[in-house]
């Protein structure tokens, strides 16, 4: 029987000066690690696109912008199954500040060699997207662009 798991980021977008600066992550070689999945909610604010520049890989496929200001995020899987869901700013919780998120989940054994394996792009402005894949290799290494 296939297990599966949740992973959430919510990413915010701050003013305060500090944070222009072009985030580690702001490139796939940079991505930030994140160790244990299952389950796995980041805190609000722990992850900001502010002063992030375009990545040199492909634009995904579903993204509409031009300027890819994005970031990355990394995960060993630990099942084959995952659903991946970035929150924004929503009006009800006080969450992110990031509107109309979109996100790109790829595998591949290294940044230069990605295959992209699923995408999503808000277009409705609702600011919360979500990925469902059951096409995982459990103990793999899979990238998150943001």
């Not at 500090?18 to 604010?45: E, L």
């Not at 993204?63 to 929503?90: C, K, M, N, Y």
């Not at 230069?112 to 995408?119: M, Y």
Request: hydrophobic fraction near 40%; charge should be negative; proline fraction near 5%.
């Amino acid at each position: 029987m296939a297990k599966s798991y949740l992973l959430s980021l919510v990413v915010a977008l701050f003013g305060i000066p500090h944070a222009w600066a072009q985030p580690a992550n702001d490139d796939c070689g940079g991505a930030i690690f994140i160790g244990a999945v299952k389950d796995y909610c980041s805190a609000i604010g722990e992850y900001t696109n502010v002063g992030a520049t375009t990545s040199p890989q492909a634009k995904p496929f579903c993204h509409p912008d031009d300027e890819q200001r994005d970031v990355w995020v990394s995960f060993r899987a630990t099942a084959t199954s995952a659903s991946i869901r970035v929150i924004g700013s929503l009006l009800r919780d006080g969450g992110g500040s990031l509107e109309a998120p979109q996100l790109a989940l790829y595998g591949g054994p290294a940044c230069g060699s990605l295959s992209e394996i699923a995408c999503v792009s808000d277009g409705f402005r609702s600011n919360v997207v979500q990925v469902l894949t059951d096409s995982l290799q459990p103990g793999e290494l899979y990238y998150i662009r943001l």
